[in-house]
Structure formats: structure tokens, C-alpha cells
């Protein structure tokens, strides 16, 4: 890794001999992006956004939770601090921490707990959660599409959640502010971002 690391820096300064010096001198990124920490899914990588352009926080299936010091702190120097005009919840296809959600056999307490909110929805989306023998009788195309529905509820529950926080519901009180909260889905088997339309703002 530092191998690596040591080329890409050298490769960076033979194109911008003060690339590196630039860098230092802070961000203005207009997005802050919460996504899942599936290796598969960098947000700089798959924006194709550089440095300085994009604040990242991510967790296990993109959860916001209120009594998330981490989140909560980032979300508060995203608004107030970076003056950020987009919040974007990004879930994704083939998403192991929604696939897993029911499996108490691979979870342990510390997941459970974490991934509690996906563990709700099947009270209001039951047909989300087909049991092993009904899934059995599933087409592949069949199971994609009920996970890609429940990862799409999944975010839109975290939309929601953020636009009723007090930070942003602070923000919103300036009439001049501009700030919007979205919701879209990483497509695994053909690279593209997909927006559900679920936009949230003043």
C-alpha cells in the first residue's frame, strides 16, 4: 500500500508540481455524500468527483441514527461548517448489510443492533421479506428486484430521518440557504447512480 501510495504521489506531481500544495489549503466540497462501506462502492470513484469535492461518511447499509455521535457530528460541520447544498443517502445493489439484515446465523449482536432499522421494515413491507421456501421458488430476476425495492426503502427511510434532524431543519430556517436532501441507489450490475426521486428541501 505505501508502495502504491508513493508512486500515485510521484505520478500526481509530475502532472501538478503544486498539486499537493493546493490540496492543503482546505475544501469546499457542495456535496456530502452517506453511503455504505462496501469496498465496491468508493463515492469518489464512482462520481468520478476529485479531491476536495465531495464530504463522505459511510456506515453498513448507509444508516443515519440519532444516536450516532460520528454521523450526527459530520452531518453538523457538513451543514454549518461546509456550507454543503447536497445531502445524498446512497444505497446499493447486492447490498450485504440489507441481505443480511434477518440472518441471525451471520450476525452478530453488535450488526443486529446496527442494522435495527432495515429488522423494522418488514412490519410495513412484509413482501420484501420472502421466507426461505417461498425465495426458493424466486427467479434470480425476482430476488433482485424485491432486494433493490427493499435497498430503495431502506434510503428512502434515511431521507426522511436526516430531513427531520434538527441540523438540517436549522439550515432550512435561513430562507437564503440552499440545501436539498436525496436519495439514489448505486446500480452494482451496470455502474450507473439511479435518483428515487424522493428529494427533500425547504
Not at 441514527?65 to 450526527?72: A, P
Not at 430562507?175 to 450490475?189: D, Q, S, T, Y
Amino acid at each position: 500500500v505505501f508502495n502504491n501510495n508513493r508512486q500515485w504521489a510521484n505520478a500526481v506531481r509530475l502532472q501538478d508540481a503544486k498539486f499537493f500544495e493546493n490540496l492543503a489549503k482546505g475544501q469546499e466540497p457542495k456535496l456530502f455524500w452517506i453511503g455504505c462501506s462496501d469496498s465496491r462502492v468508493p463515492a469518489e470513484i464512482i462520481t468520478k468527483l476529485g479531491f476536495g469535492e465531495i464530504f463522505v461518511h459511510r456506515n453498513i447499509a448507509n444508516q443515519f441514527k440519532e444516536d450516532d455521535t460520528n454521523c450526527l457530528s459530520e452531518l453538523e460541520f457538513a451543514v454549518h461548517n461546509l456550507k454543503v447544498e447536497h445531502i445524498i443517502v446512497c444505497g446499493h445493489t447486492k447490498c450485504g448489510g440489507i441481505q443480511n439484515a434477518f440472518n441471525d446465523l451471520v450476525l452478530h449482536e453488535h450488526l443486529k443492533i446496527w442494522l435495527s432499522d432495515i429488522r423494522k421494515i418488514k412490519d410495513s413491507y412484509p413482501e420484501l421479506f420472502p421466507d426461505q421456501f417461498t425465495e426458493s421458488k424466486m427467479s434470480k430476476s425476482e430476488i433482485d428486484f424485491v432486494h433493490k425495492k427493499l435497498v430503495s426503502v431502506n434510503v428512502i427511510n434515511q431521507v426522511n430521518k436526516i430531513s427531520e434532524n434538527i441540523i438540517v431543519k436549522e439550515a432550512w430556517k435561513d430562507e437564503k440557504r440552499r440545501l436539498a436532501v436525496h436519495g439514489w441507489i448505486f446500480n452494482m450490475e451496470n455502474g450507473h447512480l439511479e435518483d428515487l426521486y424522493v428529494t427533500r428541501n425547504k
